[in-house]
């Protein structure tokens, strides 16, 4: 059974940091593309940035030289370091893995940036 567990998630103000943490089991982790999402309050969810099994990363425009996406095989865990954090960061952020075509999602961790 697979199972993708975010972590790391909370309250921070803004400029602040968090780092987001996804454990995986029940898959051959080295195989899969590992993403962060994104969905805020009234929004659909989308991209925050993706990492294949490779290792070539690709971000939202929006996370672009604030946000780092990386992944530790050893530990079948990908994380997401977040800095100079806005408002408009605030989401619950979901940690996903596909690998031909099947996605996996986690059940989110909320980031609230706020003073």
């Known amino acids: 059974q697979v199972h993708l567990v975010e972590s790391g998630g909370g309250l921070v103000p803004p400029g602040g940091s968090l780092r987001l943490s996804c454990a995986a089991s029940g898959i051959m982790f080295t195989l899969y593309a590992m993403g962060w999402y994104r969905q805020a309050p009234g929004e659909q969810r989308e991209l925050v940035a993706r990492?294949?099994?490779?290792?070539?990363?690709n971000y939202a425009d929006s996370v672009k030289g604030r946000f780092t996406i990386s992944r530790d095989n050893a530990q079948n865990t990908v994380y997401l370091q977040m800095n100079s954090l806005e408002p408009e960061d605030t989401a619950v952020y979901y940690c996903?893995?596909?690998?031909?075509?099947?996605?996996?999602w986690g059940k989110g961790t909320l980031v609230t940036v706020s003073s």
């Open positions: 996903s893995g596909s690998h031909l075509g099947i996605p996996y």
């Open positions: 990492i294949t099994s490779s290792g070539r990363t």
